[in-house]
T-cell receptor, first 108, second 113 residues
Framework: QKEVEQNSGPLSVPEGAIASLNCTYS??????FFWYRQYSGKSPELIMS????GDKEDGRFTAQLNKASQYVSLLIRDSQPSDSATYLC????????FGAGTRLTVKP | DAMVIQNPRYQVTQFGKPVTLSCSQT?????MYWYQQKSSQAPKLLFH???????NEADTPDNFQSRRPNTSFCFLDIRSPGLGDAAMYLC????????????FGDGTRLSIL
């Protein structure tokens, strides 16, 4: 069983739409949750962290965490072509474990 | 700006020829990590240092070694690279506490001829 699962995509949304990225994890004891953005050929860049149930907003990004359902999501409002990248979900309970990422394409 | 720096950005080596990748950080973080990432895959943790304490992942090949001479620097040595070792190698750091985010360098893309 994979520890952190993401839909690999590609997810394609038009410019200005909301992009919704989902992640599930298997370790119920996981405590910290992160979203990283990775452009092609580049390294992961931290864009959101969330530690407790509920929503956390930062600009156009909202992270949502539901520990009971072992589910974390990332919403990107007013999507821009520059948001086109692979988004990695990462979960920690001691070590950090990454999902394989969801590739997002925002079409102008 | 505080950051994680990896050198070189691109490394080409021959099959079986040892290669060393370097990572330095100005964040003064206690923990440094090395990951291997292949195309369309999640980063795979190879090992990490908690200060000078070395922690090897169970499935990291013996071919891969690491050194951390001081807080700022960490090296990845690949003793006899095979074609399957071609990948992006990512260095990351974090402060003390397993639940802290990790901060990545720009990576080194390794090609094997």
């Amino acid at each position: 069983q994979k520890e952190v699962e993401q839909n690999s995509g590609p997810l394609s949304v038009p410019e200005g739409a909301i992009a919704s990225l989902n992640c599930t994890y298997s370790d119920r004891g996981s405590q910290s949750f992160f979203w990283y953005r990775q452009y092609s050929g580049k390294s992961p860049e931290l864009i959101m962290s969330i530690y407790s149930n509920g929503d956390k907003e930062d600009g156009r990004f909202t992270a949502q965490l539901n520990k009971a359902s072992q589910y974390v999501s990332l919403l990107i409002r007013d999507s821009q072509p520059s948001d086109s990248a692979t988004y990695l979900c990462a979960v920690t309970q001691g070590d950090m474990r990454f999902g394989a990422g969801t590739r997002l394409t925002v079409k102008p | 700006d505080a950051m994680v720096i990896q050198n070189p950005r691109y490394q080409v080596t021959q099959f079986g020829k040892p290669v060393t990748l370097s990572c330095s950080q100005t964040l003064n973080h206690n923990v440094m990590y090395w990951y291997q990432q292949k195309s369309s895959q999640a980063p795979k943790l190879l090992f990490h240092y908690y200060d000078k304490d070395f922690n090897n992942e169970a499935d990291t090949p013996d071919n891969f070694q690491s050194r951390r001479p001081n807080t700022s620097f960490c090296f990845l040595d690949i003793r006899s690279p095979g074609l399957g070792d071609a990948a992006m190698y990512l260095c990351a750091t974090s402060s003390v506490g397993g639940n802290q985010p990790q901060h990545f360098g720009d990576g080194t893309r390794l090609s094997i001829l």
